[in-house]
């Protein structure tokens, strides 16, 4: 998806090309962005058998999509729980905690703001 964001629209080969070697096989890039396209993240225009893809999805909603899905499979569906697994892989400090908590607080009081 980083990739289809940055480039806008390519083709497989425009995918498999912005990839770092050892670059993964073609048949892997097609199969990733045919899922991809299965699940509306991205749409394609076909010209002859040659297909030009694109993002359906900004970044931010593919993120929030992503993470919501991780949550539920994993987490079963607890956000705390989340929350919980990454500060214990993370080792956050209490001081980190608190400068995380007061973030939230003013996210928080932003959005009441803007209601």
């Known amino acids: 998806m980083q990739i289809l964001w940055d480039l806008n629209?390519?083709?497989?080969?425009?995918?498999?090309?912005?990839?770092?070697?050892?670059?993964?096989?073609?048949?892997?890039?097609?199969?990733?962005?045919?899922?991809?396209?299965?699940k509306g993240f991205?749409?394609?225009?076909?010209?002859?058998?040659?297909?030009?893809?694109?993002?359906?999805?900004?970044?931010?909603?593919?993120?929030?999509?992503?993470?919501?899905?991780?949550?539920?499979?994993?987490?079963n569906n607890s956000f705390p729980a989340m929350a919980s697994f990454f500060v214990r892989e993370k080792d956050l400090s209490v001081k980190e905690l608190d400068a995380l908590l007061e973030d939230t607080r003013k996210e928080l009081s932003k959005s009441k703001k803007t209601r």
């Open 9 to 38: 629209e390519g083709l497989v080969k425009d995918i498999r090309d912005q990839f770092s070697e050892p670059k993964p096989a073609r048949n892997t890039v097609s199969t990733v962005v045919r899922v991809l396209e299965k």
């Open 42 to 75: 991205i749409g394609h225009k076909a010209y002859a058998n040659v297909h030009l893809y694109y993002p359906l999805v900004s970044k931010s909603e593919y993120s929030k999509s992503q993470l919501f899905g991780l949550m539920e499979t994993y987490f």
